[in-house]
């Protein structure tokens, strides 16, 4: 089986970073997934990862450590429009993603 | 591209009837997926179809959930009877790419509630 845990809620102000972890049990490691999902609408794919170290795309950087079993996201220069949910996948080893529950960013004035 | 294309996008329905979720995948994508979303639970795989191929159902909860892929461009989600216990968001996503590498795309999704 997989196991995945994110934080269930995070809360931050605009234009300050913040960073959304991810921890994974799996028996086998095909890459991992970064979504990001506002309420009521669908996921959107975000980033992935297979190797280990930072990937930057833009405002939004993922970190990928293999031998701990560990990622983040990294959210810099936060807007408003950054208030959603995040979702960490990990492909185990099927090629088939399995989702985290998620992690719900709140970004305040 | 439309993108993935769900219909419909809410669905009420009294419980023991029938439901039946559509999905357009993007053209060319040879993998297509069917998820639920629940607070409870997350986003959670049913089944996928590979060139029209259900290759995995076992994320389907019972036998009163039927998945089809006729043909490249459609596939439906039915579930009969209906349970007020299947109340979800029901996404449909495509993907070129079994691995997903470059992500999946998914469709608006379908709010189900069964009353």
């Known amino acids: 089986g997989q196991n995945i845990d994110q934080p269930t809620e995070m809360t931050a102000t605009e234009g300050a970073i913040v960073q959304i972890n991810c921890t994974y049990q799996?028996?086998?490691?095909?890459?991992l997934f970064w979504y990001q999902q506002h309420a009521g609408e669908a996921p959107t794919f975000l980033s992935y990862?297979?190797?280990?170290g930072l990937e930057e795309k833009g405002r939004f950087s993922s970190f990928l450590s293999r031998s701990k079993g560990y990622s983040y996201l990294l959210l810099k220069e936060l807007q408003m429009k950054d208030s959603a949910s995040y979702l960490c996948?990990?492909?185990?080893?099927?090629?088939?993603?399995?989702f985290g529950r998620g992690t719900s960013l709140i970004v305040h004035p | 591209d439309a993108g993935v294309i769900q219909s419909p996008r809410h669905e009420v329905t009294e419980m023991g009837q029938e439901v039946t979720l559509r999905c357009k995948p993007i053209?060319?994508?040879?993998?297509l997926f069917w998820y639920r979303q629940t607070m409870m639970r997350g986003l959670e795989l049913l089944i996928y179809?590979?060139?029209?191929?259900?290759?995995?159902d076992s994320g389907m909860p019972e036998d009163r959930f039927s998945a089809k892929m006729p043909n490249a461009s459609f596939s439906t989600l039915k579930i009969q009877p209906s349970e007020p216990r299947d109340s979800a968001v029901y996404f449909c996503?495509?993907?070129?790419?079994?691995?997903?590498?470059?992500?999946?795309?998914f469709g608006s999704g379908t709010r189900l509630t069964v009353v």
């Open positions: 996503a495509s993907s070129p790419l079994q691995g997903g590498v470059g992500g999946y795309t």
């Open positions: 799996t028996s086998g490691f095909n890459g």
């Open positions: 990862n297979v190797l280990d």
């Open positions: 996948a990990v492909d185990g080893g099927s090629y088939i993603p399995t």
């Open positions: 053209s060319g994508h040879d993998y």
């Open positions: 179809f590979n060139n029209n191929v259900p290759i995995d």
